[in-house]
């Protein structure tokens, strides 16, 4: 198995432009969860997909940030326009299902720099 | 609303040696699941070891086992036989029914592992 793959890797971008990250799930897992990390907040949630809807955004901090998820194997997490406040590391993760026992696996995370 | 705590920011531990990471948290549900997650410097997030809390018996893997005292509401992970691979971030982490399966992290603490 791949385990849960996001793009890019690192992303470095001016104040004010669009950014989109990228996440697939592992193939199979049907709930799919976005975090942030920063030095300040630590680990939060963002939102969280359960066969492809929204359950929960109410960790989404702002309307600049949007995620959709228009398939089993495919998720977005796009922030526009973007501040420097916004550097952080992203993460994607993915559960088999909705029940609380599953694991969530994550993926390797993208770096985001708003300069 | 559920809270985790991780009380040592920062621990060291010689290689070969034994080592012990704090973990508190706080809810009034009866039925729940905790992890605990490394962040090596490669920033990926991996599963260490997980409890049910409707377990008494303790999770064990490998060389990490945790000590759950589920009335203490405490959730520590001890590391055996510490090798340089385990020096990374330690997250613990609460899976609750009442916020359908969202993990809650701690703050972290740092290990370190010296030769």
């Known amino acids: 198995d791949a385990g849960v793959i996001q793009s890019p890797r690192h992303e470095v971008t001016e104040m004010g432009q669009e950014v989109t990250l990228r996440c697939k799930p592992i193939?199979?897992?049907?709930?799919l969860f976005w975090y942030r990390q920063t030095m300040m907040r630590g680990l939060e949630l963002l939102i969280y997909?359960?066969?492809?809807?929204?359950?929960?955004d109410s960790g989404m901090p702002e309307d600049r940030f949007s995620a959709k998820m228009p398939n089993a194997s495919f998720s977005t997490l796009k922030i526009q326009p973007s501040e420097p406040r916004d550097s952080a590391v992203y993460f994607c993760a993915s559960r088999r299902d909705f029940a609380e026992a599953d694991t969530q696996y994550f993926g390797p995370g993208t770096r985001l720099t708003v300069l | 609303a559920q809270t985790v705590t991780q009380s040592q920011p920062e621990m060291s531990v010689q290689e070969a040696e034994t080592v012990t990471l704090s973990c508190t948290y706080d809810?009034?549900?009866?039925?729940?699941?905790l992890f605990w997650y490394k962040q090596p410097p490669s920033r990926q997030m991996i599963l260490v070891i997980r409890?049910?809390?409707?377990?008494?018996q303790n999770a064990t893997e490998n060389r990490f086992s945790v000590n759950f005292q589920k009335a203490a509401k405490s959730f520590s992970l001890k590391i055996s036989d510490s090798q340089l691979g385990d020096t990374a971030m330690y997250f613990c982490?609460?899976?609750?029914?009442?916020?359908?399966?969202?993990?809650?992290f701690g703050q972290g603490t740092t290990l370190q592992v010296k030769p």
């Open positions: 997909f359960n066969n492809n809807v929204p359950i929960d």
């Open positions: 409890q049910e809390a409707y377990k008494q």
């Open positions: 809810t009034s549900e009866s039925n729940y699941y």
């Open positions: 982490a609460f899976s609750g029914s009442s916020n359908t399966g969202k993990l809650i």
């Open positions: 193939s199979g897992h049907n709930s």
